[in-house]
């Protein structure tokens, strides 16, 4: 194949804007973008929220500044200050671009884009389409990208870097209509790849396909994570499925019950009630299913989600999505019934380590969106910032490879390179000594993640957890692929993607252990309170000869003093 | 007291799948494959696919990605009827079997197959392609970010329902055209298309529509509705259809192409006599060339069968046609205004 000066791997909001960018940046350059799904498929889609800006739309006075403060404070102090500059300074500039190509954003009545409240924003900032806001961003961003005709390779799953020495060459792929292994020979690699939560499995709001790729390849590359034990929890989720119970749903008056038909929030926060902070909720709801106070049934413990008392008619109008979920997803109509949830995995806030250009620390490598940690998210990631992230970064570091391809030589992959790959997944589907099954490995990585890497942590659960996962990565080397085909072997896929599962699940649990305070979302039992004097830094966790080596990194500071941080 | 509650007493149902299977690599024609499992209620017909493709046989083959109803990834033929997988709960679909405690699931027609469930969109992208769906903003390139356009929210809402299509393909693969024609644009790319046409911001409006009228294009759409019933996400395609219909009549005259023609035509014959004059209507439509080459050998057939329609002059007026031009006036003179109203740029 003909080299690239730049591959993308990754077709959401990230990666597309990466596309358009660097195109735009310098339109003679060769660039393709890989994706395991075609690109309008991708997790962007389910973002229903909103992206944040101070466009100062609804409320006049808002700024920067105080988007800034914001992000910061939520972070709990963890994201890198000149980072977060970066990111709400470019906030509304993006935003308007987006709406100038198309993004249908809901209106105010002065006709300018709508903005409404969101958690831990000082202003109504967020601007949104409906409950839709990804999707349409996602459709608008594909549709560009098919107007400017950028080079897309649809269901290509990505394998491995071709790495040499401090250098990548370029990315092996394997296209899922063929199972041919290909090589993309290219002076610049920008993995896009989304987030890893889906490692949580059951207990994760991702979809099924957010297994951390991008993370994973570039681990084993050599290249650091950053951060991985900052997971969010959303506190309503689905009991079977792990899937979202939007906000919404509390905003509007609904209860939370325990099986003593107690309203237990009560005893967390008193006056705020079911409308307290994401992590405090979902760390009460914990609190109520360990102390035995959840309910059981086959799918697991929950607690339950009343809207009963608000009536058909208000259910009806204003949370028709969340009765069509509960009743699609659980077979509850929360008209009759209240809706079984429990706390579910929603946004990984660690990543690949990257500048704030979406450089990594190995050369033409790069990484933007949920997949790389810059860091704008610190410890906890505030509503409406994960578009935006996404968005703003995406379009930084299509720039940035854009302009420093030309630094690099073109590269070559050899024939014999091609070849290990594809004789590593020749092996991988002999039948021979192959008899587990990836579907079981996959339900305890996530059930032993959800328990032990879960929201409360210990010392002796995160041993636990890290002695569990390498069990199943013994076990893993022995999975069976009963599939033998070719053509689209979504069976071999899978078994790929729960391999950079178990391989990033180890970092997760390795950083939680390491660090000894409990911020943002890390809460560790044995640790209660946050401790700057030790805990002030990033976390990094490198594969060396096969073992995950731990590392920090100072956190970039700036305007804002380390405080206390109440809501 | 009992020790665990559940309220949800979850009684369970046996339920078979029979799922179409083709893999191209192996497989001369098509089979189908049974597989029973017992499903709770709640559960959707994805997770049983998913239980099956862990449980019973690795090798089914399908895609699925936000499990949610939002990427549009699990489109597939269940009894019969193109939707999402991932939405369509196992219990209501056992009251729509054929046959009892069977449900089949077969894949999307109309696309070409790859493996089992999986069929290939990229003619659907092409066609997005081709018919220009996206928008080519009035913005100047070095303005954009700057400002924002000011948009009403009734403008907004003009395609605020468009945008909610996930491109899941069960309308193309429902459409009752495409079955006949794989070249005809598609539901999704009309209804696209519609919501391009009416953004304000948006500087290709004319081009766009000057290859929606071509062959292939709008006027092949035969109402069948049955694009609009299928929508997973109630869009009212048809009412696009429409609307482009009418965009074309008005923008570019009713002599535009065949499609505006044959509309032209029946407009006239309705006005008329209150029925066709079934005998005119392709020379009306194509023209006498057209009709000579084309439809000569079948004129023939027809005259041998003696099934050929009544010559124009025995072509009676419908009973009560006076009292019908007034209604029809009166009709159409409505609709002008309505059209005024709601589709003024």
Redesign the interface.
């Known amino acids: 194949m003909k080299p690239f000066d730049i591959v993308i791997v990754g077709g959401g909001g990230a990666g597309l804007y990466a596309a358009m960018e660097a195109m735009k940046t310098n339109p003679a350059l060769n660039i393709a973008v890989l994706s395991k ?2 690109p ?4 962007t ?2 973002a229903q929220g909103g992206a944040n800006a101070a ?1 100062g739309n609804k409320a006049k006075d808002d700024t920067i500044e105080m988007h800034i403060f914001d992000t910061i404070k939520g972070s709990d102090y963890l994201a890198d200050q000149d980072a977060v500059e970066v990111l709400c300074s470019e906030a509304p ?2 935003i ?2 987006l ?4 993004t ?4 105010l ?5 709508a903005q409404r409240p969101f958690g831990g924003a000082g202003r109504p900032r967020c601007c949104y ?2 409950d ?1 806001t990804g ?2 961003i996602l ?2 961003l594909y ?2 990208c ?2 400017k005709g950028v080079l897309f390779f ?1 269901e290509y799953f990505a394998l491995n870097l071709s790495v040499n020495g401090s250098r990548s060459r370029g990315l092996i792929a394997m296209n899922m ?1 063929t199972g041919k292994v290909e090589a993309f020979p290219a002076k610049t690699v920008i993995f896009a790849t989304g987030g890893y939560a889906k490692m949580y499995w059951n207990r994760s709001s991702n ?3 957010n297994s951390g790729d991008g993370q994973a390849i570039a681990f084993r590359a050599g290249i650091p994570m950053k951060d991985m034990e900052f997971v969010q929890f959303h506190p309503t989720g689905l009991r ?2 792990g ?2 119970v939007t906000e919404g749903a509390r905003g509007e008056g609904g209860y939370l019950i325990n ?1 003593d038909g107690e309203r237990f929030m009560a005893r967390y926060a008193k006056e705020k009630m079911e409308l307290g902070p994401r992590d405090l909720v979902s760390r009460s709801i914990e609190t109520e299913i360990l102390e035995g106070r959840g ?4 799918a697991g413990k929950y607690i339950h989600l009343d809207l009963r008392h608000l009536g058909a008619d208000l259910i009806k109008s204003r949370l028709p999505q969340i009765r ?2 509960s ?6 109509d929360p008209i009759e ?2 809706i ?1 949830v429990r706390p579910t995995a929603h946004y990984s806030m660690g990543g690949i380590d990257t500048d704030n250009f979406g450089r990594t620390v190995m050369d033409g490598v790069y990484a933007a969106g949920e997949c790389a940690c810059v860091s704008v998210h610190g410890a906890n990631r505030l509503g409406g910032n994960s578009l935006l992230d996404i968005l703003v970064f995406g379009r930084i570091v299509g720039h940035t490879a854009a302009e420093e391809a030309g630094k690099f030589s073109p590269a070559t992959i050899s024939e014999a390179e091609l070849k290990e790959s594809v004789d590593e997944l020749r092996n991988r589907m002999q039948p021979s000594g192959h008899y587990e ?4 490995l996959r339900e305890e990585l996530g059930q032993t993640l959800a328990l032990n890497v879960g929201i409360f942590r210990e010392s002796s659960l995160l041993h636990k957890g890290i002695q569990d996962i390498a069990e199943l990565k013994e076990r893993f080397k022995k999975v069976r ?3 033998s ?7 071999l896929m899978q078994v790929l993607e729960l391999q950079n599962m178990l391989e990033l699940a180890e970092t997760v649990a390795v950083g939680a252990l390491a660090r000894e305070e409990s911020r943002g979302s890390h809460t560790r039992i044995d640790f209660p309170v946050r401790d700057d004097e030790k805990w002030h830094k990033h976390t990094l966790a490198t594969l060396v000869d096969g073992k995950v080596l731990p590392g920090e990194k100072p956190v970039t500071m700036g305007r804002y003093e380390l405080q206390e941080r109440t809501y | 007291m009992t020790e665990t509650i559940d309220q949800h007493q979850e009684g369970k149902r046996d339920v078979t799948f029979r799922v179409f299977r083709f893999n191209p690599q192996v497989d001369s024609k098509p089979y189908f494959d049974d597989y029973t499992i017992s499903a709770e209620r709640g559960i959707t017909v994805l997770r049983s696919l998913n239980y099956i493709k862990e449980h019973v046989d690795a090798t089914l083959s399908f895609r699925a990605f936000c499990q949610a109803g939002i990427c549009g990834s699990c489109g597939m033929r269940v009894n019969g009827i193109s939707k999402l997988a991932c939405t369509s709960q196992v219990w209501e679909e056992l009251d729509k079997c054929r046959e009892p405690g069977i449900i089949k699931v077969e894949p999307l027609r109309s696309l070409p197959m790859i493996k089992d469930l999986i069929v290939d969109m990229d003619p659907l992208v092409d066609k997005m392609k081709h018919y220009s769906n996206w928008i080519d903003s009035t913005m100047p390139l070095a303005e954009m970010g700057k400002k924002e356009f000011l948009v009403s929210e009734e403008e907004f809402h003009r395609y605020d329902k468009a945008t909610d299509c996930i491109l899941c393909a069960s309308c193309v693969s429902e459409c009752s055209i495409l079955r006949a024609n794989k070249e005809y644009v598609s539901p999704a790319v009309l209804l696209k298309s519609y919501r391009m046409n009416v953004d304000s911001r948006d500087s290709i409006h004319d081009v766009r529509l000057a290859e929606l009228v071509k062959d292939h294009g709008v006027w092949d759409c035969t109402h069948c509705y049955r694009c609009q019933e299928s929508c997973v996400k109630s869009i009212p395609i048809m009412e696009a259809i429409h609307a482009i219909r009418e965009d074309a009549l008005e923008c570019r005259g009713p002599k535009d192409t065949s499609g505006a023609k044959h509309a032209e035509a029946f407009m006239e014959d309705i006005e008329k006599k209150g029925k066709l004059v079934e005998a005119t209507l392709p020379i009306r439509t194509n023209g006498m060339v057209w009709t000579l080459r084309n439809l000569l050998p079948m004129a023939v057939k027809m005259i041998v069968k003696r099934r050929t329609p009544p010559p124009p002059p025995l072509v009676k007026s419908a009973k009560g046609i006076k009292i019908f031009r007034v209604m029809f006036r009166e009709m159409t003179e409505h609709v002008k205004q309505d059209h005024q109203k709601t589709h003024k740029k």
């Open positions: 799904v075609y309008n498929r991708s997790h889609s389910a466009l500039k993006i308007r671009e709406e100038n190509i198309g249908p954003w809901s209106r009545d002065d006709n300018t884009i389409c409906a839709k999707h349409t459709q608008t549709e560009q098919l107007r649809n209509k979809a099924a396909g079977k499925s899937l979202l099986k309910f059981n049934s086959p069509e979920m009743l699609n997803f659980e077979g509850v019934e209240p079984p099954r990836y579907g079981a692929v009963f599939d085909s070719d053509v689209f072997n979504t069976n």
